[in-house]
């Protein structure tokens, strides 16, 4: 049960103008994004910002309305029938709620079996030899393949949906906010868990989440959404210390600070209005609740500047919000 390891050049995937549209909602609507072999790379933003649904997008859980998603290379939204469906191995998905993500008619090792059988990968030993190796890098003792997900805590059925979803040997997963449900002691243990695992399986992820705590301590990389559009991307390290879009520095002034005396000085920076407000499709769409927006900004459709190595930041005026 060896995985296709072709040789990669360039990002593991990509999306080109990618769009993922409701009827008139615009869930994604035009992103743009490289996701390196070996990243670790933070999607964040408020909810509804289209982070989790780029997420299915880029797992192939839905399709585009519009561009294009590479996976080593290979265009994902081409491909047909079985060779679509072997090609999905290679990226797995981790839900937000791992109770609803598990059958509840199945045994914890029948859960792990099943996208061996789907693929028809290896025989009875082999694939439960797999789901043994597989429990046991998780955190996960060996007699609970005989248990059903109600009789496993939170933090366990998370492990078992990370299990599963690296029974198929994938090269990227994509996590959609997998420590929300949980407690934050609970939380700690499951960061501790990928980044060994990511480690011992060579991984890549696409970590959506909401936390910029977890981003800072967890990704090499962050993408930062609003309203569908990715509106900074950089490395971590430099957004946190110098982000360029008026939205990211925003979300960024409200993250305590371990200093107790900076903590008492600080003064979050405090958006007007929803970022579900209306936008008529002009301009900038984080232009009515920027501080700092001018008449063009709601004019004209910002473009994608490098303002550092690695920093793209879609802005008329990068940099000109600062942190408090």
């Keep these: 049960m060896t995985a296709v390891t072709e040789p990669i050049t360039g990002p593991i995937t990509t999306a080109r103008a990618v769009s993922r549209h409701y009827g008139g909602t615009r869930a994604v609507d035009g992103v743009d994004l490289d996701v390196f072999e070996g990243d670790v790379l933070g999607v964040v933003g408020e909810s509804g910002s289209g ?3 780029l997420g299915r997008v880029l797992a192939q859980l839905e399709l585009a309305t519009a561009g294009e998603v590479t996976v080593a290379g290979r265009n994902a939204l081409a ?13 797995q998905f981790v839900f937000q709620d791992p109770y609803s993500a598990l059958n509840p008619r199945r045994t914890i090792g029948q859960s792990l079996e099943e996208p061996l059988l789907n693929h028809r990968m290896g025989n009875r030993r082999e694939r439960a030899g ?11 003792r060996a007699e609970l393949a005989d248990r059903y997900p109600n009789e496993l805590s939170g933090g366990q059925r998370q492990r078992v949906g990370i299990a599963r979803a690296l029974v198929l040997r994938p090269r990227v997963l994509v996590l959609d906010e997998p420590l929300s449900a949980l407690d934050v002691s609970v939380q700690a243990q499951i ?6 695992l990511r480690e011992e399986f060579a991984l890549t992820y696409v970590f959506i989440t909401h936390d910029l705590g977890i981003v800072e301590y967890l990704c090499n990389r962050v993408a930062v959404m609003y309203r569908g559009r990715i509106v900074e991307t950089a490395d971590t390290g430099t957004a946190f210390t110098g982000p360029r879009h008026p939205y990211t520095t925003a979300l960024l ?12 000085r600080r003064e979050p920076i405090l958006l007007a209005g929803e970022a579900a407000d209306a936008w008529d499709g002009r ?7 920027c501080p700092v927006a001018r008449d063009d900004c709601r004019t004209a459709e910002p473009p994608v500047v490098e303002t550092a190595p690695g920093q793209l930041v879609a802005c008329h005026y990068p940099g000109s919000l600062k942190l408090p």
């Design 51 to 53: 982070k989790s649904t």
């Design 79 to 91: 491909l047909r029938g079985r060779e679509r469906r072997a090609f999905r191995r290679h990226v």
């Design 283 to 289: 301009g900038c769409r984080f232009a009515a609740r």
């Design 253 to 264: 002034s409200a993250v305590p600070v371990a200093d107790p005396e900076r903590e008492r």
């Design 191 to 196: 960061v501790n868990l990928l980044k060994e």
């Design 130 to 140: 797999r789901v043994l190796a597989l429990m046991d890098a998780c955190g996960l």
